[in-house]
C-alpha cells in the first residue's frame, strides 16, 4: 500500500454554521466547499490548510454515524483520512495484514473521492478512511 498525504480530518459537529466564525475569522481558513452526501446522512464543509484538509461532519439524520458518534463522544475529531494511489489494492493489503474492514469495496465519498473506512478496533481505536481520487 502506498499512502501519499493525509487527505483531511474529519470532525464531527452539531453545526457547520455555528463552527465557520471559529475556522474562518479564528484560523483564518477559507471553507471553499460545503456539501450533503446523502447516502452517509451528512453534511460536509471543508477547509484546505497546506495539503490537508478539515473536514467538518454535521449529521443531517439522527440516524446518522455522525449523529451517534457525537451522542456518545460529543463534538470532536471522528477520522484521519488517508490518500492512496490505489485503494482497491490498498484494503487487500491491510485486511491481509489482520485489519478488519468496514467497507470491503470502495464507495462514493464527499468531493468525489472513492473511500473505505477501517475499524477502529483494528487501527489503534482510530477511526481511519482511506481515500482515492477518482482518475
Do not use: W
Request: aromatic content about 6%.
Amino acid at each position: 500500500m502506498q499512502l501519499t498525504h493525509i487527505e483531511h480530518i474529519g470532525i464531527a459537529v452539531k453545526s457547520i454554521e455555528e463552527q465557520l466564525p471559529y475556522y474562518e475569522g479564528v484560523l483564518g481558513l477559507k471553507c471553499y466547499n460545503i456539501e450533503v452526501v446523502e447516502d452517509q446522512k451528512v453534511k460536509t464543509a471543508f477547509f484546505q490548510i497546506g495539503q490537508t484538509k478539515i473536514e467538518l461532519l454535521e449529521p443531517t439524520s439522527e440516524e446518522s454515524t455522525i449523529a451517534k458518534f457525537i451522542e456518545k463522544r460529543g463534538e470532536g475529531v471522528h477520522h484521519i483520512a488517508y490518500a492512496t494511489t490505489n485503494l482497491s489494492e490498498a484494503l487487500k493489503d491491510v485486511e491481509a495484514k489482520g485489519v478488519k474492514l468496514i467497507d470491503t469495496q470502495p464507495r462514493k465519498g464527499a468531493e468525489g473521492l472513492n473511500i473505505a473506512f477501517l475499524y477502529p478496533k483494528s487501527t489503534g481505536s482510530v477511526l481511519t478512511e482511506l481515500c482515492e481520487h477518482p482518475k
